[in-house]
Nanobody, 122 residues
Framework: QVQLVESGGGSVQSGGSLRLSCAVY????????MGWFRQAPGKERERVAV???????TYADSVKGRFTISRDNAKNTLYLQMNSLKPEDTAMYYC????????????????WGQGTQVTVSS
């Protein structure tokens, strides 16, 4: 049984930092492209960052220069380092795993985590 478990969310003031983690269980994360998505109340889910099995990360324009996605396949874990956080970054953050980078880019995934809440106050 494959499980993705996010952690590291919380409440922070504007300008602060958080590091999200996504632990992958039941399968080797190296086999998958992985990504972070977020959804704020009343809004559609949006892509934050994705990373292929051979690295090559890509980011949403809204987080470029502030967020960094990385993966440690030896630890079966995906990370999202979030710096210079803004109130508009407030959302539930989800990690996802998908065999096709193209499908993941479009928001489709084989597996999703349960989410971790990030709240940024001004």
């Amino acid at each position: 049984q494959v499980q993705l478990v996010e952690s590291g969310g919380g409440s922070v003031q504007s300008g602060g930092s958080l590091r999200l983690s996504c632990a992958v269980y039941g399968v080797s994360s190296s086999l998958y492209c992985m990504g972070w998505f977020r959804q704020a109340p009343g809004k559609e889910r949006e892509r934050v960052a994705v990373i292929g099995s051979a690295s090559n990360p890509t980011y949403a324009d809204s987080v470029k220069g502030r967020f960094t996605i990385s993966r440690d396949n030896a630890k079966n874990t995906l990370y999202l380092q979030m710096n210079s956080l803004k109130p508009e970054d407030t959302a539930m953050y989800y990690c996802a795993a998908e065999s096709s980078l193209g499908r993941l880019w479009l928001g489709f995934a084989d597996y999703w985590g349960q989410g971790t809440q990030v709240t940024v106050s001004s």
